[in-house]
Each structure stands twice: as structure tokens, then as C-alpha cells.
């Protein structure tokens, strides 16, 4: 026969619990009595049930707060109004504007890779030339 101590955080808590309860009301009488230091049982499950429960509500957030990140950047440069497409219309015209000395948009804070031709000359970027995202 086995006996599981259970790995599912929830379920561990919960067995906890029940023990510590148990252990309670059985008072003097409990065969648990002499496991060295019992006591802090109590403290260690409420403390790991609060962090559980913590733990669960930030995760609740971050989901959310990852969603609303990514809905702000929008899923790709084709979308008025979101993040990915002004940089890309910001880059488009600066590059327009800068034509022959695309290293100017570096001081917009884009990283500017130039290509190297078969000769070993510079050339300058260009829109094809962007880090793929």
C-alpha cells in the first residue's frame, strides 16, 4: 500500500490543513505530538496558503497586464494606432528623410546595421535591412 503526499501545491495546502486540524483537536492525545518542532505546522501551512493565494492573484495580473502590453503594441506594423505601426511610419519617414545617411536614425534611437556588399563597402540600410522582430 502507498500512501501519496500529493505534489499539485492546492492539494498539499489543503492536506496540510486537514493534518493540522486533526492534530488540533485531538490535543495531548495526538500520536503527532512528538514530531519535533509540530507546532510550526500551523504557521508554515497559513503562511504557504497566503503566499498560494498571492502568487495566484499576481499571476491573474501579469496575464492581464501582458495582454494590455501586447494590445498596445498591436500584432504587426499594419495597424494604425498601436506601437509596432508608428515606429515603423516614424522609421519610413526618417529613412525618407535621411536617404544616403540612414546612420542619422540611429540618433532616434534605432539600431542602424549596414550591409556589407561582395567588395567589402558599406552600404547604407534600408527599410529591408530592419531587425525582424
Known sequence: MRIIIPTNV??????AQAIQAKHEALGDASPL???KEIANLKTQTDLAA??????KALS???QTATETRDNALGADTTNPGHVRFYVASARD???GLNKGAEHNLGDWGFDVIASVKSSGTPT???ATDAPKK
Open 10 to 15: 492546492d492539494q498539499l495546502i489543503a492536506l
Open 33 to 35: 505530538k512528538n514530531i
Open 50 to 55: 497566503a503566499s498560494n493565494a498571492q502568487a
Open 60 to 62: 491573474k495580473q501579469a
Open 93 to 95: 519617414i526618417l529613412m
Open 124 to 126: 547604407p540600410a534600408t
